[in-house]
Nanobody, 125 residues
Framework: QVQLVESGGGLVQAGGSLRLSCAAS????????MGWFRQAPGKEREFVAA????????YYADSVKGRFTISRDNAKNTVYLQMNSLKLEDTAVYYC??????????????????WGQGTQVTVSS
């Protein structure tokens, strides 16, 4: 059974940093691209970042490019999201997800078929 468990969320002041982790089990982790998405109250879930199986390529939403960094450690079955220079608009529940094998896109949430329970990130002024 595939399980994805996020951690590392919390309350941070604008301009601060947080690092999210997503620990995966029940899958051959290195066989799957992974992604981070977020959902703010009253808004749709949106793409944040994604990383290929080996970690050799990464993808970012324009809104986080240059501030967030996705990485993975296949030996630890964990994907990370380092978030720097946080803004009020980064406040959301952050989810990690496993992408379907053979999917053509990295940014569509419909191409991800396993999701964690989410971790809350709140940025205050």
């Amino acid at each position: 059974q595939v399980q994805l468990v996020e951690s590392g969320g919390g309350l941070v002041q604008a301009g601060g940093s947080l690092r999210l982790s997503c620990a995966a089990s029940g899958l051959t982790f290195s066989s799957y691209a992974m992604g981070w998405f977020r959902q703010a109250p009253g808004k749709e879930r949106e793409f944040v970042a994604a990383i290929t199986r080996s970690g050799g390529s990464t993808y970012y939403a324009d809104s986080v490019k240059g501030r967030f960094t996705i990485s993975r450690d296949n030996a630890k079955n964990t994907v990370y999201l380092q978030m720097n220079s946080l803004k009020l608009e980064d406040t959301a529940v952050y989810y990690c997800a496993r992408r379907r094998i053979g999917s053509a896109t990295m940014t569509s949430l419909y191409e991800y078929n396993y999701w964690g329970q989410g971790t809350q990130v709140t940025v205050s002024s």
